[in-house]
Structure formats: C-alpha cells, structure tokens
C-alpha cells in the first residue's frame, strides 16, 4: 500500500462546478497535510494547509481532514479553466527519524472545461 | 524578495559523466530537499538536510549525493549519470520542520 494515495483522475469538470479531490494516507500519526497545485512545466506551489480535523476554507477552495479515517479532500468551489492543473496531496511524516518529511501523492490531474 | 532558485533549468548530459544541480534559497531555512519528478511516480525524496553540515538520504538517493557547507546552498551531484536519472528534479526548503516546504522552479535533465 502506498503511504499516500489520491483519486487516480484524470478529473474532468465544467466550469462553474464544484471539483473534489481527495487523499488518503497510512501514517496514523502524521498531523499535517498540504495541497498543492502544479501547472504544466512549473513547480508545485502551495494551496491549502490543514492540521486540525474538519474545513478550512480560503476563497474558493476548501479542504477537508478526517484523522479517524486517515483522509483528506480539496473541493474547489465555482471551478475555473484555470483551475486546470495537477493537484497533489502531501502529508508531513510525523515520527523518528522520518520527522520533517514530506511524503507526496501521485498527483491528480483537474481539467476544468468551458 | 526571498526566493529559492535552480540552476540550470535544463541541461542535457552523457550518462557517465558527473552532474552538478545547485539550489540557492535567501530565506535562510535550515531545511532543504531534493525531489525527482517523473510521470507515474509523482515527488520522490532524494536527500534532504536540517542544517549545515547534515545531510539524509531519501527514498531514492542511489547514484546521488548532497553537501552542506553552507545555509543557503544544497548542490545536487551524480555521480556517474545514467539514462534512468532523465527527470526533473525540484529542490525545497522549509523553515520548520512542521510547516510547509517551498520549491524551486525546477531543473529537466536529459541523460543521453
């Protein structure tokens, strides 16, 4: 089983609508999670941070952490062609030696259509 | 503005021959990464270190090595490139160990 796995996609969404993506991971320790946005040809940069179990809302992006269940979303409100991106999930290792690290999903590729 | 640069931003090379990726953040974060990215495989750690001087391996550091004489810098070597190492590959940095990591604008390698 991989450490981190999100919804294989490729997802596709019309414009307007709402997209999920979603994560699950094997560490039942690890405490904080991350959301990354990745446009073709560029680096990762940063969306959405969560520690706490529950939502967290910025704009129109929302992320949602279940640690009983050890999952965690990203919806994306009002979906925009620009939106259209790889979206990759990233939970902190939390314990020993592996402390500090980031360990990654394989990435969700979002297209959203006109 | 701090930033987090790579150099270069892509290079093509001759498998056997040795390779230097350099990383260069003006934040002054103890933390630094290197990830390879390659399609099916997502953000792989290669090495990181928490300060100067310390250096890890990651989950796939064979043929790669790391030094830290320094804050700011964390160069990337092959040692001997081979066709297997063509990725691209994302150095990161962090200020806590705890918080969210940062990354450069990448480095396409071409082992040919």
């Known amino acids: 089983q991989k450490e981190v796995e999100q919804n294989s996609g490729p997802l596709s969404v019309p414009e307007g609508a709402i997209a999920s993506l979603n994560c699950t991971y094997s560490d039942r320790v690890s405490q904080s999670f991350f959301w990354y946005r990745q446009y073709s040809g560029k680096s990762p940069e940063l969306i959405m941070s969560i520690y706490s179990n529950g939502d967290k809302e910025d704009g129109r992006f929302t992320a949602q952490l279940n640690k009983a269940s050890q999952y965690v979303s990203l919806l994306i409100r009002d979906s925009q062609p620009s939106d259209s991106a790889t979206y990759l999930c990233a939970v902190l290792n939390a314990g020993g030696t592996s402390y500090g690290k980031l360990t990654f999903g394989q990435g969700t590729i979002l297209t959203v259509h006109p | 503005d701090a930033e987090i640069t790579q150099s270069p931003r892509h290079k093509i090379t001759e498998t056997g021959r040795q390779v230097t990726l350099a990383c260069h953040q003006t934040?002054?974060?103890?933390?630094m990464f290197w990830y390879r990215q390659d399609l099916g495989h997502g953000l792989r750690l290669i090495h990181y270190s928490y300060g100067v001087q310390d250096t890890n391996k990651g989950e796939v550091s064979d043929g790669y090595s790391v030094s830290r004489s320094n804050t700011e810098d964390l160069p990337l070597t092959l040692e001997s490139a081979a066709s297997s190492q063509t990725s691209v590959y994302f150095c990161?940095?962090?200020?806590?160990?705890?918080?969210?990591?940062?990354f450069g604008q990448g480095t396409r390698l071409t082992v040919v």
């Open positions: 990161a940095s962090k200020r806590n160990l705890d918080t969210e990591a940062f």
């Open positions: 934040w002054n974060h103890n933390n």
